[in-house]
């Protein structure tokens, strides 16, 4: 049942991701409305329902606060040949109660007048934040860049982005 509840609350995440608009043609559109048959699994509808922009969606590390505790995940879209990312502090449940989203955030340094391109970043625990890092590269100018997150509490995080020396000098 947990896991059913982690999956509904992936679902609402991507869900709630804005929709590019003329991401799909007219023949994506009519396969998509064929729906799984003869079956009762709540879980395979909800993941049929996933928008196809969506590429990875991964748990990296545990959070804690005076309030309560979780784990924090990571969503990566493609739009327009750039991905995208999104992070959600996801807070277990407490005596039986689901585990819900207490936060989720869109990174605006690299999802908004950005075109990145990026593995699903690695994620280290550290005293007070999660470290998140990879290299990226931007795909007008083909710069290469290193990444550091640092999440914190639930919505918060520091950004860092280090470019990268090319490789013909």
Not at 31 to 50: G, R
Not at 120 to 134: D, F, I, Q, V
Request: proline share 4%; aromatic share 8%.
């Amino acid at each position: 049942m947990r896991n059913l509840n982690q999956l509904f609350s992936a679902v609402a995440l991507l869900l709630s991701v804005t929709l590019y608009a003329g991401a799909c043609g007219a023949a994506e559109q009519s396969a998509a409305d064929e729906k799984p048959k003869d079956t009762n699994d709540a879980a395979l509808m909800a993941i049929y329902k996933m928008p196809a922009y969506v590429q990875q969606v991964v748990k990296v590390c545990p959070w804690r606060s005076k309030s309560g505790q979780g784990a924090i995940r990571l969503t990566q879209t493609e739009q327009q040949g750039a991905h995208k990312l999104y992070v959600q502090w996801l807070r277990e449940g407490l005596a039986g109660t689901e585990t819900r989203a207490v936060s989720t955030i869109a990174i605006e340094e690299i999802n908004n007048d950005s075109y990145y391109r990026f593995n699903m970043p690695a994620a280290e625990l550290m005293p007070g934040s999660c470290k998140l890092s990879t290299e990226m590269e931007d795909l007008r100018t083909q710069r290469r860049f290193r990444l550091n997150l640092f999440l914190e509490g639930p919505g918060k995080y520091q950004y860092q982005l280090t470019r990268l020396l090319d490789g013909d000098l």
